[in-house]
């Protein structure tokens, strides 16, 4: 007999359940296609729910430095993992936008009743309404809804509103200058034209005492934000990549501005997402306290040309790249000290110190984020082939800067003649500059500056012929493609290096010599000057004689394109051999150039040959046409459409003017042709009756007249009688 227990216990077994698997956490970002909800649905797609919670202690926090690069390469990932949160969202501007890899879903609705279902199903909502004022009153209907029907709702559901410091604007200082904290936000004061946003803070507040273990809601007013492709600071990473000389600080720029980097801000709202917390209403800055002309002035050192100017307050509304927000944004005045995030959240800080602190990391997201990559190119070959036509034809299509070895020494010549000039300028006026402000490489470049114009001077007075030697010539260069200008826009290097010496002294690493017995291994290269495209072009020499032949006089003097120099530059060239030639340094450090023959281009300034160079390089990486180009171009399309129209209308209306001759011009032939048949006709008809006619007239016309003047004076009742009768009677041969 089977023992029950034992059966028991196999059906207990079979019965066991599967554990049930955890629903995946659903959050809610309005506006996904804005810089705000962009960056953080793009985080919140690549954490897992309640991460936050977790301390990894230090020997984590030793491994992620250790593994920096390889954490900045994942801040630009936009592919969600697998447990990470599920991001839906709605979108600002719905054409021409492409869901982005970490949403989840697009939310489209035609009502808010619709709207309400889909919030129903989140575990949290975020409403930024930092950017768009018309998302204020959505916020509140959205978190108001959900309060009437939280008798409705199955599980608890956390809303965040995303707000800013600007409803402190107008709060009245502390004693002694002291910052603000989260404490004092009841006596809060906001900004003109952020008193909207202030309401919605304090209704959103209330709305969640109502029942806490169904509806969470907290408030977070942010800094001004930065990182990635840049916010409300953008003007000024783009006026000095633009290479702007100086770049504009509106007003004194002694304001302090309380910031925080977008990753760090996202990284507030998950530990929001994650954990709960007593307070209610969050203030989220960095540490730092920097003031505007501090902040552009690090900007303008680390990306562009190092100088910065102050404007008057109001021109910040004349730059088309500054919205009104921005413009109160940058003009406020304020100091928080946000103890709260730092004491009580788990934050791995991205930028705890702000924008001058992390200069070159902010740097480099913004150029990645906006492709803002600099495109190097530099095109080769002996004298007359077409570097120069080809070379400017490339700088103008992607908008980089051309060099020709004498633009480089006149431009870098005036260059370290103004920044001498203003070094000594400056000493001696004493001006008074903050020195952790002042660029430390300045005084570096002064001394070189000084030390390039003093050889300079040097080798005009020892070498008649002006010929600089190879060690200044590639210092100059250096310096040349080292300025902001090619570094970040890039350049076109018209035919130089000549040598293969020229190009290893001018590319290759200095201070880095090769491992011994490393013999595949290529050489080191300064990975921020060397061309990305290297173009050789080649031709026959007859091909070049008869180029330089057909030159016009007036075209060919005082050039170096003369019969005997043209001479001199060909054999010097064709004596290179391959050896010297400096397409043997792009091959040995593994950037070949691309061999080009333009014997048999017959195309206007080689355009076929500028067009397959473009196909290699692909797309610019630039900011593209600004508005006055985009403005020009669209009417000079409207222009040539116009042009286009009124040739075509021109052309219809001479065809049909040349159509209407044509046919006239047959009408009148076939009408004279027709006239001269029946002239010839008569003519011939003619012709053939007169034996007949001179017969008729002897022989019938005497006796049949009289027959009928007979019949005239008669009237008989038969005419044709009496006429035959006269004739019968009268015949002189009967």
Not at 326 to 345: G, T
Not at 665 to 671: A, E, G, R, V, Y
Request: glycine fraction near 4%; aromatic fraction near 6%.
């Amino acid at each position: 007999m089977a023992d029950d227990s034992d059966e028991e216990q196999v059906g207990e077994e079979q019965v066991k359940e599967e554990p049930v698997p955890e629903k995946p956490k659903k959050i809610f970002i309005n506006h996904v296609d804005t810089y705000h909800g962009k960056n953080i649905a793009r985080i919140f797609a690549r954490v897992k729910p309640g991460s936050t919670g977790d301390t990894g202690g230090e020997e984590e926090e030793a491994a992620e430095e250790e593994n920096g690069d390889q954490r900045q390469k994942q801040l630009y990932d936009e592919n969600p993992i697998e447990n990470g949160w599920k991001v839906s969202g709605t979108i600002k501007n719905t054409q021409g936008y492409k869901r982005a890899p970490f949403m989840q879903e697009i939310i489209q609705y035609k009502d808010r009743n619709q709207l309400t279902e889909y919030l129903k199903e989140m575990n949290v909502i975020i409403y930024d309404i930092t950017q768009d004022p018309e998302q204020v009153d959505e916020a509140v209907w959205a978190c108001q809804k959900l309060e009437s029907l939280i008798n409705e709702l199955d599980h608890q559901i956390t809303f965040i509103l995303l707000s800013s410091v600007m409803t402190w604007a107008k709060t009245p200082a502390n004693e002694d200058e002291v910052p603000y904290s989260e404490d004092e936000f009841r006596r809060r004061r906001a900004h003109p034209n952020f008193k909207e946003r202030h309401s919605a803070e304090k209704l959103i507040t209330k709305l969640g005492l109502t029942n806490k273990k169904k509806l969470l809601t907290y408030v977070v007013a942010t800094g001004l934000t930065y990182g990635m492709e840049e916010n409300v600071f953008h003007y000024i990473f783009k006026a000095a990549w633009h290479n702007v000389p100086e770049v504009p600080v509106f007003g004194k720029g002694q304001n302090s501005l309380p910031t925080i980097h977008i990753i760090d801000l996202a990284a507030v709202l998950q530990n929001l997402a994650d954990q709960q917390f007593k307070i209610r209403y969050i203030v989220a800055t960095d540490t730092s306290k920097d003031t505007l002309i501090r902040i552009t002035r690090k900007v303008s050192q680390a990306l562009g040309m190092g100088r910065v100017k102050t404007v008057d307050e109001e021109d910040a509304m004349l730059n088309r790249d500054i919205t009104q927000a921005d413009y109160d944004m940058l003009l406020s005045n304020m100091q928080f000290e946000p103890m709260f995030i730092r004491e009580q959240m788990n934050i791995k800080w991205h930028c705890e110190n702000g924008i001058p602190e992390n200069i070159e990391k902010i740097v480099e997201e913004y150029r990645t984020q906006r492709n803002l990559r600099p495109i190097k190119i530099c095109v080769l070959g002996p004298p007359a082939a077409g570097k120069t036509t080809i070379a400017k034809q490339l700088a103008q299509e992607y908008k980089l800067h051309y060099l020709s070895m004498k633009d480089v020494i006149e431009e870098t010549k005036n260059e370290m003649e103004q920044l001498v000039k203003r070094s000594d300028e400056s000493e001696q006026n004493e001006e008074e500059i903050d020195e952790e402000d002042t660029d430390e490489t300045l005084a570096d470049r002064v001394d070189e500056a000084r030390s390039v114009l003093e050889r300079l001077e040097e080798a005009r007075r020892d070498n008649k012929d002006a010929r600089l030697d190879d060690d200044l010539l590639t210092q100059i260069f250096k310096i040349k493609l080292m300025s902001p200008p090619c570094q970040n826009q890039g350049y076109v290097l018209d035919g130089y290096p000549k040598t293969s010496d020229q190009a290893q002294n001018l590319f290759g690493a200095a201070g880095e010599e090769e491992e011994e017995g490393a013999e595949d291994k290529k050489p080191p290269v300064n990975e921020q000057i060397i061309p990305e495209h290297v173009v050789i072009l080649e031709a026959s020499n007859d091909f070049l004689r008869q180029r330089i032949m057909h030159l016009p006089e007036k075209v060919v003097a005082g050039t170096h394109n003369t019969e005997l120099e043209f001479k001199r530059r060909l054999k010097t060239y064709n004596d290179l051999g391959d050896d010297s030639h400096p397409a043997k340094f792009f091959e040995e450090v593994d950037r070949p150039g691309e061999t080009m023959k333009i014997d048999d281009d017959l195309s206007v300034n080689h355009r076929n040959i500028v067009k397959k160079i473009m196909d290699r390089v692909k797309e610019p990486r630039n900011y593209g046409p600004t508005a006055e180009e985009q403005e020009i171009a669209k009417r000079n399309e409207i222009a040539e459409k116009e042009k286009r129209e009124r040739e075509d209308r021109e052309e219809r209306e001479r065809n049909e003017e040349e159509a209407a001759n044509d046919r006239a011009k047959k009408q009148k032939d076939w009408t004279t042709k027709l006239e001269q048949i029946k002239r010839e006709e008569f003519q011939m008809l003619d012709a053939q009756s007169t034996p007949l006619r001179n017969y008729l007239m002897a022989h019938v016309m005497p006796t049949l007249t009289k027959a009928l003047i007979e019949c005239c004076q008669v009237r008989p009742d038969d005419p044709i009688d009496f006429v035959a009768e006269y004739l019968f009677k009268e015949n002189p041969q009967v």
